[in-house]
């Protein structure tokens, strides 16, 4: 049996193929990486690392492959989408007995525009023949963290959430949820939607974060637009300013609220809570 992650030295797909190794023999692990050097440490524990790009599909080797376990690209819609099919057509050639995908909370009904993407890709395994399962991952608690330092200095976190709530979960269990998906049977055809088990709004998080440090913290809820002016104006690249503002508007809106059991049924627990996560962080 030989399992192939993708995107294996990013963030999600790490944590994968971590989980994946206390599972699975080394030898039984294959990646895809544009940059074979980030993942010297993988082929020193006998991993096997091949070089290939979603945006050259003529790189991606796949042959061999039992089950791929394909991680969402990052980058603009247009480019994620053709090179994510790509992936998936160079599947198909291979002949990769299964996908495993990483799609979006209710990638075909969404009103996301994040969700577009997932929804094309989910579209192409299904038309290609191959079987499938589908990880529509929720948001992660993780994006949410890493501006809370600063928002404590400044007693403000901004966002465009409004009175939203969000069923986030850890980024670490979702990657638990895919390897375990990986490496089991009786998921083809399966749509997992995978949350937390409870939706916290942005109130809730400013007055846990403050709480925890004695640091007071308000949030406040600003235009979408405004947002994005926000975050491209900080440095992030225009596609990603407006990706965030737009799931922080839907968030406003009630599109993330939903909690679902599939997570903690997949993974045999209970997820890590937004509270849990927030006093790791700080």
């Known amino acids: 049996m030989t399992i192939l992650v993708t995107g294996a030295t990013g963030q999600f797909g790490g ?28 082929a020193e524990r006998g991993v096997e690392v091949r070089e290939g790009d979603f945006d050259a599909p003529e790189t991606l080797r796949f042959d061999g492959v039992d089950t791929l376990l394909l991680v969402s690209a990052n980058g603009p819609d247009a480019i994620r989408l053709i090179g994510q099919n790509a992936a998936v057509d160079a599947a198909v050639r291979a002949g990769v007995g299964r996908i495993v995908y990483t799609s979006v909370t209710d990638a075909t009904t969404s009103p996301l525009e994040l969700a577009k993407v997932h929804a094309g890709t989910e579209e192409r395994i299904k038309a290609s023949g191959v079987p499938y399962t589908f990880l529509r991952n929720g948001m992660y608690h993780e994006n949410y963290l890493g501006g809370l330092p600063q928002a404590l200095e400044r007693g403000t976190l901004v966002t465009a959430t409004g009175e939203g709530r969000v069923a986030s979960a850890s980024r670490d269990d979702l990657a638990l949820a895919a390897a375990i998906v990986v490496t089991t049977e009786g998921h083809d055809g399966a749509a997992y939607e995978l949350t937390g088990t409870a939706a916290w709004s942005f109130d809730e998080l400013a007055a846990l974060a403050a709480d925890l440090t004695g640091k007071p913290l308000a949030h406040v809820s600003v235009p979408g637009p405004e947002l994005a002016a926000n975050l491209a104006a900080v440095g992030l690249p225009g596609f990603l300013a407006e990706l965030l503002a737009d799931i ?19 993974i045999g627990r209970e997820p890590k809570s937004i509270a849990d996560a927030v006093r790791s962080a700080l």
Request: glycine share 4%.
């Open 15 to 42: 944590l994968a193929v971590r989980h994946l190794l206390d599972r699975v023999p080394a030898a039984e692990l294959a990646v895809s990486v544009r940059d074979a050097s980030k993942a010297a440490d993988l």
């Open 248 to 266: 922080q508007v839907n968030i406003s809106r009630g599109a993330l609220s939903e909690v679902r059991p599939d997570l903690g049924k997949l």
